[in-house]
């Protein structure tokens, strides 16, 4: 069995940074990727930032150039640095993993961006 625990979310102001850990544990082998969806109200789940296990990254085109992805492979953690936060960031923000053997979902960890 695998667990994601997602860690980082909360309120900030427009501009501000936050940091999202997302750390996984369990059986974790061949991966593929691991990274970060956001899904706000209304709206279907979209893709934030994926780091294959090569090193390889993927940025939705919304955050391109404010968001950072990175790892630490000894301890099966991604992180994402989000900087110069928007209003239109605001979603429930979901760490996953995917694996050759399945795929995993996290909780989800709430981010608001308002003044």
């Known amino acids: 069995q695998v667990q994601l625990v997602e860690s980082g979310g909360g309120l900030v102001q427009p501009g501000g940074s936050l940091r999202l850990s997302c750390a996984a544990s369990g059986s974790i082998s061949s991966i593929n990727f691991m990274g970060w969806y956001r899904q706000a109200p209304g709206k279907q789940r979209e893709l934030v930032a994926v780091i294959t296990a090569g090193g390889n990254t993927n940025y939705g085109d919304s955050v391109k150039g404010r968001f950072t992805i990175s790892r630490n492979n000894a301890r099966n953690t991604v992180y994402l640095q989000m900087n110069s936060l928007k209003p239109e960031d605001t979603a429930v923000y979901y760490c996953?993993?995917?694996?050759?053997?399945?795929?995993?979902w996290g909780q989800g960890t709430q981010v608001t961006v308002s003044s």
């Open positions: 996953r993993l995917l694996l050759g053997g399945g795929d995993f």
